[in-house]
């Protein structure tokens, strides 16, 4: 089973890549010629039987995933958990959802009709965490959504893919401090999420994150073609529990500020 979750990241990963150029020089720059283990990957979708969260999750609890914990971002209307695999080589995968209904009639209807396009057993798709947009949107309509929710803007413009890769800085050969590891990518010329501080978490709290800010890529949209946000590429390091095992969950608060990453600001 092991062997299908890595072919299954390592598609996810080229995806990943061809919007998030960024992600290919920081692996380099970060891994030095070595292995670079991945934490966690992210996965955005809409509360929509379709296409929710547990629809995401299925072909992961199939591969050897089970789910872990359980999250709320009531200020950006989500809903969220993350689910590891027996292996813990293998990355862990936070899912979040967004609850469609605590928004206007008009958004529910932008929605709605994105997800009307798709067809009802798109979640059985083999590549369906790789599959992209599956949709037509017009940028009026993104406009609309980004005014709303930027969550809801970056999913209507890119669908199904990794929202962001996360290198576990516990299995870097060449740092262990997650400061040096943010000062290294910004001699390099990478920018940082700094939304909350650049370092998200403590130790008291058992992890710290940071993030860069993402890559802007072209989306085709009905109308026109545009630049905007596209994924961006995350840094944790995990502390030991009493018990000397890392701590293997997600803290809200900081997650709450690694969304906005892919900000358009
Ligand atoms: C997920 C943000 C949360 C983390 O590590 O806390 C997260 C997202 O941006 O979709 O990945
Ligand atoms: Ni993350």
Request: hydrophobic residues 40%.
């Amino acid at each position: 089973m092991a062997a299908q979750v890595t072919a299954l990241f390592n598609d996810i990963w080229e995806q990943y890549l061809s919007v998030t150029p960024s992600a290919k020089k920081i692996h380099q720059l970060l891994g030095n010629g070595n292995d670079v283990i991945n934490d966690h990957v992210a996965y955005r979708t809409f509360n929509h039987p379709k296409v929710n969260l547990a629809q995401l999750a299925k072909g992961l609890l199939a591969l050897g995933y089970t789910e872990c914990g359980q999250y709320d971002f009531s200020a950006k209307k989500l809903d969220a958990k993350h689910f590891e695999h027996t292996d813990s080589t293998m990355p862990k995968v936070f899912i979040s959802e967004l609850r469609v209904e605590e928004f206007s009639s008009e958004v529910q209807e932008i929605i709605a009709d994105l997800i009307e396009q798709l067809p009802a057993d798109v979640s059985n798709r083999p590549d369906f965490l790789y599959s992209g947009r599956l949709w037509e949107i017009s940028s009026k309509d993104y406009e609309t959504l980004l005014n709303v929710s930027e969550y809801a803007a970056w999913l209507a413009a890119w669908g199904y893919r990794a929202n962001h890769f996360t290198v576990s800085i516990n299995h870097l050969a060449n740092y262990e401090d997650i400061e040096v590891v943010n000062a290294t990518l910004k001699d390099a010329g990478y920018l940082l999420n700094t939304n909350g501080g650049e370092v998200k978490g403590d130790e008291a709290v058992k992890l710290e994150q940071s993030s860069t800010l993402a890559d802007k890529a072209p989306v085709d949209f009905s109308d026109k073609t545009m630049e905007i946000p596209s994924c961006f590429y995350e840094f944790a390091k995990r502390y030991p529990l009493a018990n000397g095992e890392l701590y293997t969950g997600f803290v809200a608060a900081s997650a709450d500020k690694i969304f906005d990453s892919t900000n358009a600001k």
